[in-house]
């Protein structure tokens, strides 16, 4: 059985750093596609970032680019989410989604939440004005 949990967020004031985890059992990252999603209260979920398995190819929405870096360890088995230059409207709960198989995604096929298969219950991410 495959469980995603996501760790580290927080409150931080704008301008701030957070950094997020995932973690995996039941499954390799190293072996499947891998994004972050985000929702905000009366907001559809949005994409935030993906990494592929296969070259490490990673992907990031506009709103984020160049602020946030997804980041996988192996030895670990965990992906991160670095997020830098943290705005109010970041605030949001953020969710790792991973694919089922070993069939990789590319380019916008990355962004589609409906590809992903597992997911986790999320972490909060609450950014101050």
């Known amino acids: 059985q495959v469980r995603l949990v996501e760790s580290g967020g927080g409150l931080v004031q704008a301008g701030g750093s957070l950094r997020v985890s995932c973690t995996a059992s039941?499954?390799?990252?190293?072996?499947?596609?891998t994004g972050w999603f985000r929702q905000a209260p009366g907001k559809e979920r949005e994409f935030v970032a993906a990494?592929?398995?296969?070259?490490?190819?990673?992907y990031y929405g506009d709103s984020v680019k160049g602020r946030f870096t997804i980041s996988r360890d192996n030895a670990k088995n965990t992906v991160y989410l670095q997020m830098n230059t943290l705005k109010p409207e970041d605030t949001a709960v953020y969710y790792c989604?991973?694919?089922?198989?070993?069939?990789?995604?590319?380019?916008?096929?990355?962004?589609?939440?409906?590809?992903?298969?597992?997911w986790g219950q999320g972490t909060q991410v609450t950014v101050s004005s």
């Open positions: 989604a991973t694919h089922a198989d070993f069939t990789d995604c590319s380019g916008y096929g990355c962004y589609d939440g409906d590809w992903y298969d597992y």
């Open positions: 039941g499954h390799t990252f190293s072996k499947h596609a």
């Open positions: 990494i592929t398995w296969s070259g490490g190819v990673t």
